[in-house]
């Protein structure tokens, strides 16, 4: 299939245009603001399997796409704090562009990053098939900017029902290619162990269902290859993995040192979240998608793996 990356520079994307490079025969065309935003080793694996990389100017409806998979986004926390409301603009940008090209070729297929942030705040038990959104109507603040922008753009695309649209709502995601600086939970525990410093926590416990490349890979690849449809699915692992029985695993297999102390977290742009993971298998139901490793396995693994690229 010939495939329209849009936002190839973000993390996961460059995480799935690797993978496919590997593993599949797919064609793909990346589209990105800067050439220079991608690293040499995708840019090495763009060159070696013939792969565009050309600028949003480039994207016109004169090129032909089987497929488009839309990463634009935010992919670091911090930077969705600085973006504010601006990110509703950014996502409805390139959303509209895929859907342009959708309404001029019916025939091509569009997967959407979306989050499991468009739930809203309704993470105090995991999200299920029955679960609804839950946003403060009369009382919104910045942090819920990015989860309505997402539902936001789910809503548009549940209004094209003869547009072959699948949403996947990505909950927490990581790999090796996770750039240390970024503000996350794994990535503030990949700087402590590079420095051999105390990663400071805060009391509480969360749990999480982290996807690795592999698995969300397989995903992604079995949408592409099922028959088209208009739906929407919420990614998971074999099992979600609570805070501190992910930090006791890094403690034994890496010598991780940790400490309780007050409210030490990593930016939470999108508010609280105690359990954010999915038990809404419809990714199975619909498309095959067994994932093939737990969230703890994954994120051993791809720990290894960083810090054996930065030794």
Known sequence: MRLAILGASSHIAKDLIASLAEHTPHQCTLFVRARGNLDTGLLEVAKRKGFAVLDYAKFDYICQFDAIINFVGVGDPARAVQMGSSIFTVTEQYDNLALGYLSSHPSCRYIYLSSGAAYGSNFATPITEASTAVFPINALQPQHWYGAAKFQAECRHRALP??????????????????????????????????????????????????????????????????????????????????????????????????????????????????????????????????????????????????????
């Open 162 to 311: 003869e547009a072959a649209i699948v949403d996947v709502r990505v909950f927490s995601y990581f790999s090796h290619r996770q750039a240390p600086e970024a503000r996350f939970f794994l990535s503030d525990i990949l700087r402590a162990l590079q420095a051999g410093t105390v990663l400071e926590v805060a009391p509480d416990d969360m749990l999480r269902d982290y996807l690795t490349p592999d698995d969300f890979m397989q995903l992604i690849d079995r949408i592409l290859q099922a028959p088209a449809c208009n739906e929407v699915v919420d990614c998971y692992s074999l099992a979600p993995v609570g805070k501190f029985e992910l930090l006791t695993a890094l403690g034994e297999h890496f010598g991780l040192q940790f400490a309780v102390i007050g409210n030490q977290e990593p930016v939470n742009a999108t508010g609280p979240k105690a359990h954010y993971y999915s038990h809404n298998r419809k990714a199975e139901k619909l498309f095959g998608y067994v994932p093939g490793e737990s969230s703890l396995n994954g994120v051993l693994r791809e720990i290894k793996q960083a810090l054996h690229a930065r030794n």
